[in-house]
């Protein structure tokens, strides 16, 4: 992250930030770029998994409105700070349920 107040995100900081990200995927065998893949937390575990199961996964009752997801579309250290995870209820991914 950059505080753009200081200094301007420049392609160079951008394709570092992504190769780091790059290389953590490889590390676990995750996509973290995929929208689609949707990441939970539920009994002190994290999972993570398509689109596809995750609607499968709401309508068996697995997850639900209060199921706390990871919102990958933040943007800003606030965000990440105070909204990064939350109920799904609350969550842009409550429309693909």
Same mark, same amino acid.
């Given at each position: ?5 200081? $200094?301007?995100?420049?392609g160079?900081? +951008?394709?570092?930030? #992504?190769?780091?990200?790059r *290389? +953590?995927? !490889? =590390?676990?065998? @995750? $996509? @973290? ?8 937390? !539920?009994?002190?575990? +994290?999972?993570?998994?398509? !689109? *596809?199961?995750?609607?499968? &996964?709401?309508? %068996?009752?697995? +997850? $639900?409105? %209060?199921?706390?997801?990871?919102? $990958?579309?933040?943007?800003? !250290? #606030?965000? @990440? ?6 109920? &799904?209820? =609350?969550?842009? @991914?409550?429309?693909? #349920?």
């Amino acid at each position: 992250m950059v505080d753009e107040q200081l $200094n301007a995100a420049s392609g160079c900081s +951008i394709d570092s930030s #992504v190769s780091f990200i790059r *290389a +953590i995927e !490889k =590390k676990y065998q @995750l $996509n @973290l770029f995929d929208r689609f893949t949707f990441s939970y937390e !539920k009994d002190g575990e +994290i999972y993570t998994v398509p !689109k *596809a199961r995750f609607v499968e &996964l709401y309508k %068996s009752g697995e +997850i $639900n409105e %209060s199921t706390m997801v990871f919102d $990958n579309l933040i943007r800003t !250290k #606030v965000d @990440l700070e105070t909204s990064w995870l939350k109920p &799904l209820g =609350k969550s842009w @991914l409550r429309r693909f #349920v």
